[in-house]
């Protein structure tokens, strides 16, 4: 469980208005040491969070991410927590996966355009798909290309455009 002070820390990573956060990347580290290790998240830092299905820790855990990097040893459990109700993290779980590749992530985020987390029920713009969509066509195009061709058949029409515009621009 993480104090009030290391979240208020976690949240001091959000660049601001002004393009700064408020805290630097060294005064981050001297108050939550445990959050980074090797120069990236801590996988202990993610995996207490996950564990303890602690909705704000999982916050935390992705502001570090975004700030130092994501361990390759944690894409897995992304892409796994894409399909999780305990959270509403969705969006930043698939921005998260940005950089990784592979036929889990690739299948984590056609998942995504399928999922509808009871919170966003109410987005008739499908963001979480369009945004998984966007994210799988930067993978590899092994990985990516079979994806967007049935996705692009998607009965939601918002879901399968976007797929019929990332296909457009592989080619």
């Not at 889990?104 to 029920?121: C, F, I, N």
């Not at 713009?125 to 692009?152: E, F, G, Q, T, Y």
Request: contains cysteine; glycine residues 6%.
């Amino acid at each position: 469980m993480l104090t009030s002070h290391q979240i208020d820390a976690c949240l001091a990573l959000i660049i601001g208005p002004f393009g700064k956060a408020r805290l630097t990347s060294s005064e981050f580290l001297a108050q939550v040491p445990v959050a980074v290790s090797e120069g990236v998240l801590a996988p202990d830092f993610w995996h207490a969070a996950v564990e303890e299905k602690d909705a704000d820790a999982l916050v935390c855990a992705l502001l570090v991410g975004f700030s130092f990097g994501f361990p390759s040893s944690i894409v897995n459990e992304l892409c796994d927590l894409l399909g999780a109700s305990w959270h509403r993290s969705h969006e930043n779980l698939v921005e998260a996966l940005d950089g990784f590749d592979g036929e889990v992530v690739a299948d984590a985020l056609v998942g995504a355009t399928e999922y509808v987390p009871e919170y966003l029920a109410f987005d008739d713009s499908r963001a979480l798909a369009i945004k998984a969509v966007w994210m799988l066509s930067k993978l590899k195009r092994d990985d990516a290309l079979p994806r967007l061709l049935n996705l692009a058949e998607h009965p939601v029409e918002r879901i399968r455009i976007c797929a019929l515009e990332r296909l457009q621009s592989l080619s």
